[in-house]
Structures are given as structure tokens and as C-alpha cells.
């Protein structure tokens, strides 16, 4: 019997999951009798003995013999106190070595261990022989103007920003909006980092201290960043800002009516994904979609639209109809 053969046994990753999972939240620990049903399955037969050895009834450490796991309370938990080691697949090999080779990869590693991984995996199996190669990834293109550009300036921010998350700290930022307009050396509570895959940015949700409100930053406006003291009381802040965030939220949505051609349909909802969404068939091949979002999320949204065309229309409130309406104005005026 191939215990943990990772190719033939279909529940080695199971098992891998469950007893990480135990390690860190007892409360996922099943009963034996659950344990059993999600292991069984129609070529389960062969694993008899596995299941009997997994499911040792005994919780006398002089009987673990080959088990896995022992009851303790009616549930089942792992003998084992750390975790065990995640096997990849050499699909999932090539998949990260493959990512790693996105500038993306330097934000989250240091150049010493990202070196590591890609020298490690590079010398597992012939780079020939991965079943994925670099086209077969699909990777969304980005013209240069929108193309998100990691220099160590970019690196240096974004990390500087996850210590400040982690360690529940505040930061005093520059800001520099999308208008035009400045915003110095503003003391910030952060709150989380955000992607948007549509333009290839990463955005600060923050607590400007200076307006007291729920802020996004762009984090390519960002001049200067600097980390600060403990933010006192960070439950607190956390509460009190999602309850602002909640308070925030727009009563009535944008409603946009699309016209279902040249894929206009999937790309809207590729570009309100992030979104409260609410969608419907008007008919003639037209689809209504409701969005539900967040007062400071407003100049992003009407730029989604604005960029869209006129496969969309918006129907209402009128605030946003009429702020549509003005900039296309206004930039076909500077066009001529």
C-alpha cells in the first residue's frame, strides 16, 4: 500500500489538510465517524488499513502504533505538533516558477530567498520537462501607461506599509491625487493593502487622522512614506473604522444598462468584481447591473464606466449620469 503517494492516493492532501488545520484551530478536528464518511469513497477499499490506523480509538500514547490521529474528546486530533510539509505537484512547481519570475515577486521576498526558490526549482526537474511554460499562463497585457513598475522606491513603500499593518502602527504619508492636488506629510492609521487587477495598482485603505474618514491612496501617489508609533487602542480603531466604512456606503447604486457585444459584459464584470453587484437580463440583449459601493469609491467607479465606452450606458443617480456626461464633454472639447 502507497501510504502518501501523491499522484495515486486521493487523500493525501486531504489528510495534509486536516491535520494542519487541527494544528492551528482545534475546532476543526472531526469525530471519527466524520473523519471515515470523507475519506470513504468508491476506491476507498484498498485503504482499509489506512483508515483503521488513522482512526486508533486509544488516546494512550503507549498505543499510537502508526496512527496519525487519536481521540481526545470525542474528535479526532493530529499526534503530530508541527505542521506537515506541503508536497507540490510538479505542475505546481512549474506554475511558481514561473510566477517567480514576475517583478511582482520582489514586494513579497528578498532577493537572496527568491533566488533560492528559482535555483531550487530550476534544479528539481529540467526546466523541458514542466508541463507549463511561460505563454501557457494567462497573464492579463498592460500598456506602459498603466503597467504597475516595481523599482526599489516601489519595493521600499510597499513593504514599509505591510511592517506598519502588521505591527499595527501608523505612518505618515505624502499623497499626491489623481486632481492634482497635495496632501503633505498626512498621519495615516492603514488599514490594508488592495490590487486591482484592472489597472495593475495597489491602493492603501487608510484613516487619515487629519479628515477623519475612510481614504484610499494609490500607492503610485505616494512621494514619501515614513512608519510611526502604536496606533493605540488598534481593536478599537479596527471597529470603529469598519463601522465608519459601513456608515459610508452609498444608499442608492449606480445602475449601468450594457450592451452585451464585444464582450462588453464580461469585462464589466471583470471591472466591478471587487463590487457589491446585483445583475439582471433587461432583454435585447442588454443587461442591467446594479453597483453598490462606498462614497470614496465614486471617482473610481466613473472612471471603470468612462473607460468602457459606449457599450454602457448609466441610467441613474442622476449626479453620476450628469458627471459622465460633463467629462466626456469636456475631454472631446480638448480633443478638438
Known amino acids: 500500500m502507497e501510504l502518501f503517494n ?13 491535520i494542519n488545520s487541527c494544528l492551528s484551530d ?59 510539509p506541503v508536497r507540490a505537484t510538479i505542475a505546481e512547481k512549474a506554475w511558481l516558477y514561473y510566477v517567480l519570475q514576475n517583478s511582482k515577486a520582489d ?13 531550487a526549482l530550476s534544479a528539481d526537474i529540467d526546466i523541458s520537462d514542466y508541463p507549463l511554460q511561460p505563454d501557457y499562463i494567462d497573464t492579463r497585457e498592460f500598456s506602459e501607461y498603466n503597467r504597475l513598475h516595481i523599482d526599489s522606491e516601489m519595493i521600499f513603500k510597499f513593504r514599509l506599509i505591510v511592517q506598519a499593518i502588521k505591527e499595527h502602527r501608523q505612518l505618515t504619508v505624502t499623497n499626491n491625487s489623481f486632481s492634482g ?29 487629519d479628515v477623519k474618514r475612510p481614504v484610499k491612496m494609490n500607492l503610485g501617489n505616494i512621494s514619501s512614506v515614513s512608519i510611526g508609533d502604536k496606533i493605540d487602542d488598534y481593536d478599537g480603531f479596527i471597529r470603529c473604522f469598519e463601522k465608519q466604512l459601513t456608515n459610508t456606503k452609498v444608499k442608492y447604486p449606480i445602475q449601468i444598462e450594457i450592451l452585451n457585444q464585444n464582450e462588453a459584459y464580461d469585462r464589466c464584470t471583470y471591472l466591478f468584481s471587487s463590487y457589491d453587484t446585483y445583475c439582471y437580463d433587461k432583454g435585447n440583449d442588454r443587461l442591467i447591473m446594479n453597483i453598490y459601493y462606498y462614497r470614496f469609491q465614486k471617482e473610481e467607479i466613473v472612471r471603470n464606466i468612462l473607460f468602457l465606452g459606449h457599450y454602457v450606458k448609466v441610467n441613474s443617480p442622476q ?6 456626461i460633463s467629462t466626456i464633454k469636456t475631454s472631446y472639447e480638448n480633443y478638438c
Open 6 to 18: 501523491k499522484y495515486k492516493n486521493k487523500s493525501f492532501t486531504y489528510l495534509t489538510n486536516y
Open 181 to 209: 492636488q497635495s496632501y503633505p506629510n498626512q498621519v495615516v492609521y492603514p488599514y490594508k493593502l488592495e490590487y486591482s487587477s484592472q489597472f495593475d495598482s495597489f491602493s492603501l485603505s487608510c484613516y487619515p487622522l
Open 26 to 84: 482545534e475546532d476543526f478536528a472531526l469525530t471519527p465517524d466524520e473523519l471515515a464518511k470523507q475519506l470513504r469513497g468508491t476506491s476507498q477499499s484498498t485503504f482499509e488499513e489506512f483508515i483503521q490506523a488513522i482512526i486508533n480509538r486509544t488516546n494512550s500514547k503507549d498505543n499510537y502504533n502508526a496512527s496519525l490521529l487519536y481521540e481526545i474528546d470525542g474528535k479526532m486530533q493530529p499526534i503530530r505538533t508541527i505542521h506537515v
Open 107 to 119: 514586494l513579497f521576498l528578498d532577493s537572496e530567498l527568491k533566488n533560492t526558490l528559482l535555483h
Open 319 to 324: 449626479n453620476i449620469v450628469d458627471e459622465v
